[in-house]
């Protein structure tokens, strides 16, 4: 078990570790309180950069000519990882590559220029009739017959292909490397795909579901629309490859647990905080109420979020989201409605995402008990200051968008009575960054008050 | 602790209750609840008074169990365990209606798995948890927390995540509150440096019953749904114990937790063939402790059998909860099994389309539930006994070992079909 340095063992202490998580978290908010309302951070991106929820990389032609590059990215723990990865053209090293997001029935060509020392291909599970180069996507084999890569490659060093296909199906896809993917995807060679329906840029899916008089689209709202890239690093691996030694993948241990290429706490950072660099995009699911009354004015939040969940892992990762049921409307881009027109959607509080998997869900959080400190209070008393511990988002009251008081000193990062609800791997090993604990796959939801609100 | 005062006007239903919940903890096997009593009480009448009496009390600290040979030097048998037992753990009791004093004296003595509770769908419940400290780790401060898994629409205060609300430090207590609208079947755990703590043991199950029991009593039903009717239930809660890890905690040593690597799987706390050994006595009203299972003193802290007995054409609901880190493979032997919920929810889409399907195993993944109804077979008793014998055990063919040893263990256990001319009496709590 002794493996780690002096120093990484006196940070397993606890109290060490909750310094120092303590310590980010403060750091986090208070930069992102800052930066937040500017809209360029240092990123591989050009378009303004939401603080929260899905950063697009699109263009009318849906052209993308996108470079592998090194680069590195930092870990809670304080490691630094040497990675590999897609950036656009002239772009500095990313982690996770970008979003690319597409409208149906769009031609997507997608030009690989390869700096690294080994051939690079892409492959687009989900897509048919990929073409390379002109010519049908083909696995690709060497003089004695032995498969080389899943597809056609930019050489080491230089070389480039281009890719194209028509994206006929909205949904959710991965693209990642075809060559020794059990490496190279590791290393970094992923990104997500995003695919519109033409007619609906707010519904995640054409079909429908008629039950009676209620037709259920899976319309969402286009403020509240999240990527969840949930990957897995083993650093003995990145650090043989950058010493440009042999890997035996029977040795293959993760020790790290990413989504968008950060561990908690870093998730929960805006996109585009300029300290991970080459980290751009956070995970905070950030949404209001849902409230379908059009008479509520201001409070009118009529649809759910929509959570891209997308896995390049190795395992099932049972992904929970505390607070409700989210509802699975699509797995692998095929939404879940029979040729009859059958719901074949379900709701679960576990999303189980497996490797190579996508899975988009609709999720919202209703008030339905709508305790109010005065008009409605909850049925218990909580106690007094003294006996309790608080937690770092909680309010100091148990009432959406009211505050109270909390201990003289605690470190309080809670805006306006807002609600946070954790959502987080079940397989609660996978929730560490090599033996620190709460790291890993966890970002939180965050729930507004009903506007208006006195929140920033 | 505990206050006396009760409200007057909850008091039936309120202290039935507390038996019924904490029924599979206290092994009582004596109590048949009144429908009458489970109405729900109307939500103007609980708005307007404070919730002073809660109707769950639960203890949390760390205690021993019992896991069997081969000794894996040296974490298991712990070298510091009591006489019989062999496992550090952290956990939960029921500890309803005892005084402070019994209350304090449980220290050092929680169970694995944590007791059974359900509740009623739309019926106000609350569960006060007080936290009794860490014997054999006086250095630690940890907080404990309750985190009902999958309540819908939770608020954070009553959610138990410690960081977007609050924690119940040593010596202190916290009431959470439920109303309850979505029937089925939930888990609930400590969510305090949870990592730690779930694997240490403090993981149960609690399901919340569907109107549709109130509404066609005494006829029982998993979801609101008349298809999901059973006559038998059995919560089916799985986790696992890395000894080193459990080692690690009554040591003052931190485990590498992305080395995971468990040496025994339990069904209900117990691994088999323990796990077909009978329920716990219940709570001794002197000392307040946990009544062993006739014959078997060393599984006095794993109260929960896993045995499921069934006659010929019963409809026998089994919950399955997972609260260890791997996804398990469930499988049946003989009778296949209808899946007709998973995560507190019925398989059926919103324009009635039907989800539920026939299968022999059930797979369910860390956080996950899965509730699957199968109807005994008829059947001729096996040689020599009473009843017929199937096995539902895991399929991945290594967690049914104890401790890496040969022969069975493990998440294992035994359905036994009576036959119609030797019926068993109907069930009166899970798990019976």
Partial sequence: ?456 | MINQEYMKRRLSRRQVLKLGGGLIGLGTLSAILPKALLKPVGVEAARDQQITTPDLHFAASDGWIYLPDPAIPPYHPDNMAPELLTTYIFGFRNVTGLTDQQVFAQKMKMQLAAPTWWIDQEADFTLKITNLGLQIRPDLIDAHTLHFHGFRQAIPIFDGEPHSSVGVPISRNLTYFYRPHDPGTYMYHCHFEETEHVHMGMVGTVFVRPLLDQTLAPRRFCYNDESTEFDREFAMMLNEIWTFAHWCDSHVQLPEWSDYLPDFWLLNGRVYPDTIAPPGGGTDPVTGDLIPPTGRPELQYQPISSLINCNVGDRVLLRFVNLGYEEQSMRMTGISMRLIGRDATLLKGRDGTDLTYMTDTVIVGPGESADAIFVAPDVTPDDGLDYKRFFLYNRNANRISNGGAPGYGGQMTEVHVYPASNPLPPQTVPNT
Wanted: net charge negative.
């Fill in chain 1, 1 to 456: 078990m002794m493996r780690k340095t002096n120093t990484t063992q006196y940070l397993k202490d606890r109290n060490t570790v909750w310094l120092l998580i303590s310590a980010v978290i403060v750091i986090l908010i208070l930069v992102a309180t800052v930066v937040g309302t500017t809209t360029h951070r240092t990123m591989a991106q050009t378009a303004a950069m939401p603080n929260h929820g899905i950063v697009c990389t699109s263009n009318p032609s849906s052209t993308f000519t996108l470079a592998t590059t090194e680069g590195t990215i930092s870990t809670p723990d304080g490691n630094v990882i040497y990675m590999w990865g897609f950036a656009e053209e002239g772009k500095a090293f990313q982690h996770p590559g970008p979003v690319l997001c597409v409208t149906e029935g769009d031609t997507v060509t997608i030009i690989v220029n390869n700096t690294l020392p080994k051939d690079v291909s892409m492959i687009f599970p989900g897509q048919e009739n990929v073409q390379a180069n002109g010519a049908p996507s083909q696995p690709q084999f060497d003089t004695a017959g032995n498969l080389t890569s899943l597809a056609p490659v930019a050489a080491a060093e230089g070389g480039s292909v281009t890719y194209s296909f028509v994206a006929d199906k909205p949904g959710t896809y991965l693209y990642e490397s075809g060559t020794e993917p059990l490496i190279q995807v590791n290393m970094g060679l992923f990104g997500a795909l995003v695919v519109r329906p033409a007619a609906h840029v707010d519904w995640a899916y054409n079909e429908v579901v008629v039950s009676g008089t209620v037709t259920y689209t899976t319309q969402f709202n286009p403020d509240a629309e999240f990527v969840l890239m949930l990957s897995e690093i083993d650093p003995m691996l990145h650090a043989a490859v950058e010493q440009g030694l042999p890997y035996n993948m029977n040795n293959y241990t993760p020790r790290y647990w990413m989504i968008n290429g950060r561990s908690f706490p870093d998730t929960i950072a805006p996109n585009g905080a300029d300290w991970l660099p080459s980290q751009p995009y956070g995970s905070l699911i950030h949404i209001y109420p849902f409230n379908d009354d059009p008479g509520a004015g201001e409070a009118y939040y009529p649809y759910p979020a929509l959570i891209r969940y997308l896995s390049v892992g190795t395992e099932n990762y049972p992904h929970h989201p505390h607070g409700n049921h989210g509802r699975i409307i699509a797995r692998d881009g095929n939404v879940l409605v029979g040729s009859g027109g059958e719901d074949l959607s379900y709701e679960k509080f576990t999303v189980v995402v497996g490797p190579g998997e996508t899975h988009d869900e609709l999720f919202a959080w209703f008030d339905v008990e709508g305790w109010d400190p005065v008009t409605n209070p909850i049925p218990v008393v909580i106690p007094q200051l003294q006996n309790l511990t608080f937690g770092t988002f909680y309010s100091g009251s148990p009432y959406l968008g009211n505050t109270d008081q909390l201990p003289v000193g605690h470190q309080a990062l809670n805006a306006c009575g807002e609600y946070y609800h954790i959502a987080h791997n079940h397989a609660l090993q996978q929730i560490t960054a090599w033996g620190v604990v709460l790291s890993g796959h966890i970002t939180f939801t965050r729930i507004d008050p009903p506007l208006p609100n006195t929140c920033e």
